[in-house]
């Protein structure tokens, strides 16, 4: 019988995208495992079909109390040999309880970063995993409908190719739709390139007020998309421009050139980990805050300027070979 593997990943898109090294590392380590990962329903997307995974769990089916005695129960069932816990649960301690104290060691505070953070418990959970593969498997078929979207809106191969993703999940994380639409415009004008803007389909309404300011033209791919299909397209593009959101974590396991805006959050533990990259924000004294409610009117975002995100976006296209280059201002 194979051996069996279990995962407790994250519940959100992002940070389980930051934990796709992890999957990855698991199944090189244990090649003919079942694996089974637990992640919420956002996650879900990600993983589904992937052929990495023999059992996709979605772990809010379970939420309630008797939910998590179900759950608890069908782990125990399963009894897997190794049990990687991204999320600080119990049900090490009831799968694995000779080696429950592997789970209550904690990154030491000099790994900031969550990628970092997610190998550093894969290795002390799981001694001997690394990996070196991809971190996110995306289907031929994922491919295949970017091909039929980009053929349909004739989009000239020639011409570099931006994808830029204004949303995120928080409304204060979001950089100016006058930015975004300037920053567009002189992309199309003075770079040459053809411009797709992306989001989930609850952020339709600010992808629509981006281009309704624009005076170049543009595509609007949001809603036509999965989160899979999503990273199938940021592999046909030169840069990717981004708030700190899913997006960001995608391109970045991805390698994309990257060009991400922070305000409230910190670069350091969410920033682009791809090769080539810049990451702007502003230097004030309350950045990052980390907080939900802004007191000072959003100035972290609303004073980075689309010259210097233009300035950016141009080097790395530019010289695609380039250093990583963390911008700060």
Known sequence: MSQRVLIIGPSNIGDAILAGDVVAAVREQHPDAHLTLVVGERAQALFAGDPRIQTLVNADAFSSPIGRLRLALSLWRYQPQVVVDLRHTLYPFLLKPLTAWRYLRQPPRRLVHMHERHLWKLHAQAPGASSNGTSLWISPKDTAHIEQLLRRWRVDPARPLVIICPGARSHIKRWTVEGFAALADRLIAEAGASVIFCGEPDEEAVVEEVVASMHQSAHNAVGL???????????????????????????????????????????????????????????????PCEQALCRFNHECMRFVSAEEVYAAARELLTDARQPPFPHSS
């Open 225 to 287: 998309t999965t989160i899979r299909q999503l990273g199938a397209l940021m592999q046909r593009a030169k840069l990717v421009i981004t708030n700190d959101s899913a997006s960001l974590h995608l391109a970045s396991a991805l390698n994309v050139p990257t060009v991400a805006i922070f305000g409230p959050t910190d670069a350091a533990k969410y920033g682009p980990t791809s090769p080539q990259h810049h990451t702007i924000r502003r230097q004030l004294f309350c950045s």
